[in-house]
Structures are given as structure tokens and as C-alpha cells.
């Protein structure tokens, strides 16, 4: 066998490594950085080479493998928060938010924040609103900030919703590896979900 494809499978099998340990981390330290999880576990198997990083999807893969094997109740909390997400997109039904992060892409732990987004013109508007429907909220810091559009934290039904308010004109520049839904998006992902399981029952 030549030499380079030898290494180029010697690559592969340690990338899996990463993948595998990286969703371990994920599923089980409730790690939600996926950059985090992979550098860490890499560190941990004393590959430390940035090039035998795994894409967010093979850890996506490895994560769905794990879980699918030790946390077979995980269907059941996805559902659970897409279902708490789905409401609560309901309730901001005036802003048309957008779904983002592990809820949306299925990562999510049973301990995980519901993270949404909405563009409006003017930001205190959302804050008026919550405050007229007797919702308790507190701004928090994020990595991705806008000039006077904050991010707000409140809960729902003991979940912790995470909704970043961003300016009306960022909304078409999508920011880079971020996904997005909307309410009747999410509704499909739960339909889904409801005949898988119905499925194998």
C-alpha cells in the first residue's frame, strides 16, 4: 500500500477518535462549542495537529451514534425543547423569530438554553413587550453583539430562553455557520419527529 494512503487512513482513524470523544464531551460535560469540545478532546488523546480536527458534522454524526447507543431518552428531550421553543416562538409571534443553535440542530442536552433571534427596527420595542406580558428578563453577554440590540434571557416553564435581538438589516447577512428556522420549520422537525417515533413503537 502506498505510503500516503496509508497515512491518509492513520488521518481518518484519528479524526473518528476526535469525532467520537468530542461528542462524548458534548453529550455527557454538556459542551455546546463544538470547537471547544474538539480541540479538548484532542488534548486528550494527545493529538493536538489542528489538521486532524473533525468537521462539525462528523462530531454531529459521532454524536447522534452516542447517543442512539447511551442516552436513548435524547429523542424525547429534542422533542420536549423544540416543543417549549415552538411556544414561545408563538408567543414572540409579532417579531417572526428565527430557532438557532443546539435545539434547532439537534445537539441539544436535556439542560440546554432555547436559542432565538429577531430582527426589528427597534430594539426596546421586544424588551416593552415581554415587560407588558409580565415576563421577567435580564440582558446577557454574547460574542456577537450589535450596538443597543441586546441579548435577553428569561424563562419558560423552567427552560432558559436565550433571544438575541439584532438590527433588521442584518438579517439577510446570515452570520457563518449559523442556522435558522422559523416557527412553521420547527413544526415540521416536530411532525417529523412525532411519526419517527410512531414509527418505531
Do not use: C, W
Request: no cysteine; charged share 25%; hydrophobic share 40%.
Amino acid at each position: 500500500m502506498p505510503r500516503n494512503a496509508l497515512s491518509e487512513r492513520h488521518m481518518a482513524a484519528h479524526r473518528a477518535q476526535i469525532a467520537h470523544r468530542a461528542a462524548k464531551l458534548i453529550a455527557e460535560d454538556h459542551l455546546h462549542d463544538f470547537a471547544l469540545a474538539k480541540k479538548k478532546a484532542a488534548r486528550q488523546l494527545g493529538l493536538d495537529d489542528q489538521a486532524l480536527l473533525p468537521s462539525n458534522q462528523e462530531v454531529e454524526s459521532a454524536l447522534a451514534s452516542y447517543r442512539a447507543i447511551y442516552q436513548p431518552q435524547h429523542a424525547g428531550h429534542l422533542q420536549a425543547l423544540r416543543l417549549a421553543a415552538a411556544e414561545v416562538m408563538r408567543q414572540l409571534e409579532p417579531f417572526t423569530p428565527y430557532l438557532t443553535g443546539s435545539v434547532l440542530s439537534g445537539v441539544a442536552g436535556p439542560h440546554s438554553d432555547i436559542n432565538l433571534i429577531a430582527y426589528v427596527d427597534d430594539p426596546k420595542s421586544v424588551e416593552l413587550y415581554l415587560l407588558n406580558r409580565g415576563i421577567e428578563y435580564r440582558p446577557v453577554e454574547t460574542s456577537l453583539r450589535h450596538d443597543d440590540y441586546p441579548t435577553l434571557q428569561f424563562d419558560h416553564d423552567g427552560i432558559a430562553i436565550r433571544l438575541s435581538v439584532r438590527p433588521r438589516n442584518a438579517e439577510r447577512a446570515q452570520v457563518r455557520g449559523e442556522e435558522r428556522a422559523r416557527l412553521e420549520q420547527l413544526r415540521r422537525l416536530i411532525d417529523d419527529a412525532r411519526q419517527l417515533a410512531a414509527f418505531n413503537l
